[in-house]
Nanobody, 123 residues
Framework: QVQLVESGGGLVQAGGSLRLSCAAS????????MGWFRQAPGKEREFLTS????????NYADSVKGRFTISKDNAKNTVYLEMNSLNAEDTAVYYC????????????????WGQGTQVTVSS
């Protein structure tokens, strides 16, 4: 089992930045690839980005490429999501997830999930 806890969400103005954190505990964090997803009201959960177990390989959805950056600190058992140039369409609950294929973009391909953290962007 892997337990994931997201933090860092909140209210930010359009054009601003936020950094989300996802702290992991339980089974060896180093063994897992990690992903970030988000879900807005009335919409399906959307893949944003993922990173492989070592932190050397990443994958991004086109909607966030160039604005969001994922990173992984195995020493701290934490994965981060740096978000820049935020706009109202980025308003959603953001989730981190752990899996074994960093190139996976479907939520069912990830085994463990955090509870989510709300990000609200005011225009």
């Amino acid at each position: 089992q892997v337990q994931l806890v997201e933090s860092g969400g909140g209210l930010v103005q359009a054009g601003g930045s936020l950094r989300l954190s996802c702290a992991a505990s339980g089974r060896t964090f180093n063994n897992y690839d990690m992903g970030w997803f988000r879900q807005a009201p009335g919409k399906e959960r959307e893949f944003l980005t993922s990173i492989n177990w070592s932190g050397r390989r990443t994958n991004y959805a086109d909607s966030v490429k160039g604005r969001f950056t994922i990173s992984k600190d195995n020493a701290k058992n934490t994965v981060y999501l740096e978000m820049n140039s935020l706009n109202a369409e980025d308003t959603a609950v953001y989730y981190c997830a752990a899996g074994t294929n960093y190139y996976a973009t479907n939520s069912y391909e990830y085994s463990y999930w955090g509870q989510g953290t709300q990000v609200t962007v005011s225009s």
